[in-house]
């Protein structure tokens, strides 16, 4: 399978499988996840894996999710690229899209592609 361009997905309708519910723990890192984060099945990301996704707007732990890319987190020291996926019509400012990502993307320096 070949690397995907994340920024293919803006505004795009995907389905994202959640690996770290909002409320759990990193399993090495030991910080809390601030929401529900998964990734998107049958990609490959920069980093070899699948396609890593937030899930923002929605407030308790679920398993799967389905909305809309409203962002990517685009790491300028990494090579991972982060989904951000909404509700469908719910939208954020980077602003928040940074204050709510950044128990994670603290370590990290990125920029919102829209």
């Known amino acids: 399978?070949?690397?995907?361009?994340?920024?293919?997905?803006?505004?795009?309708?995907?389905?994202?499988?959640i690996d770290r519910t909002l409320g759990s723990l990193h399993p090495k890192h030991g910080f809390m996840y601030m929401l529900n984060?998964?990734?998107?099945?049958?990609?490959?990301s920069g980093d070899g894996e699948e396609l890593d996704a937030y899930v923002v707007g929605v407030f308790e732990p679920i398993a799967?999710?389905?909305?809309?890319?409203?962002?990517?987190?685009?790491r300028l020291n990494d090579d991972d690229d982060k989904l951000v996926v909404a509700p469908r019509n719910v939208k954020y400012s980077d602003d928040a899209i940074r204050a709510l990502t950044e128990?994670?993307?603290?370590?990290?320096?990125s920029i919102i592609l829209r």
């Open 37 to 44: 984060y998964g990734f998107i099945p049958n990609t490959i």
């Open 64 to 74: 799967e999710f389905s909305g809309e890319v409203i962002a990517v987190i685009h």
């Open 1 to 17: 399978m070949k690397k995907i361009n994340s920024k293919n997905y803006l505004g795009k309708s995907v389905n994202v499988k």
């Open 103 to 109: 128990f994670q993307e603290k370590y990290f320096q």
